[in-house]
């Protein structure tokens, strides 16, 4: 079932599923900062928050498809672009991407090591 290329293995699923699962947690309470504190519009504020994070979820439910990771990847661009709603999202957003390179590398590397 798997390419080759970019073998899923379960470990990465689980680290990445944690990952976007705390984004999920993020972006969703991005909203009520976007409203309170940044004056943006409550229908912006909360599409954009409550979109994301449920996108997280679902991206979340695909992982054991390597295009999953793909999404999951776009769902990191979209997170670091939400820093123009609410300016400590470009920080986070920078964190949020570099947890999940670092989850897909890291747990790769792991478990290739114990197939050895």
């Known amino acids: 079932m798997s390419s080759g290329v970019f073998e899923v293995t379960p470990g990465m699923r689980r680290l990445c599923a944690t990952v976007l699962g705390l984004q999920a947690i993020v972006v969703a309470l991005l909203s ?5 504190v940044n ?3 409550p229908p912006l504020a909360l599409t954009v928050g409550l979109g994301l994070a449920v996108l997280c979820v679902i991206v979340v439910g695909m992982l054991k ?3 999953a990771y793909i999404a ?3 769902l990191e661009i979209l997170t670091i672009a939400t820093g123009f709603l609410v300016p400590v999202m470009f920080f986070l957003g920078v964190i949020f991407t570099a947890l999940w390179i670092t989850a897909i ?3 790769r590397r792991v478990e290739g090591t114990t197939k050895r």
Not at 32 to 36: N, S
């Open 32 to 36: 009520p900062v976007a409203i309170t």
């Open 65 to 67: 498809r390597p295009h």
């Open 105 to 107: 590398f890291v747990a």
């Open 39 to 41: 004056h943006v519009s």
């Open 72 to 74: 999951g990847t776009v």
